[in-house]
């Protein structure tokens, strides 16, 4: 994925509690996967909440949404404290999900062999 995607979708990019503008650098880097997988889709239909409850903190989770326009609403949610580890841990369970309903889109959606 080249850079200039990369930051088209961070632009798409929610920092909600606990998450700040400092943020964003590692965030991009750390969501590079997800990133990847969402270049498919116009970024016009991508909305990313990433959400530190009680950062820092004993019980800290981290939370990662993805809402794709015409899919399912997506949730990687992470009980580790530290704050990368947490976000690699809620990407990869967001990036299962979202394998999962491209899938079965595709499975419902079947293309037609060009005629």
Not at 19 to 26: I, S, T
Not at 57 to 74: C, D, K, N
Not at 98 to 111: E, F, G
């Amino acid at each position: 994925m080249n850079a200039e995607a990369s930051h088209t979708l961070m632009n798409r990019v929610r920092l909600e509690g606990g998450a700040n503008q400092d943020d964003l650098r590692f965030i991009e880097r750390a969501l590079a996967q997800l990133f990847t997988q969402l270049s498919r889709f116009d970024p016009e239909m991508v909305d990313i909440g990433v959400r530190f409850k009680d950062r820092g903190q004993p019980g800290m989770r981290t939370s990662l949404e993805l809402h794709v326009q015409g899919l399912p609403a997506m949730v990687g949610v992470s009980d580790l404290t530290d704050t990368k580890a947490a976000l690699n841990d809620a990407e990869a369970k967001v990036l299962s999900q979202l394998r999962s309903n491209v899938t079965r889109r595709a499975d419902h959606h079947p293309r037609r062999p060009n005629e």
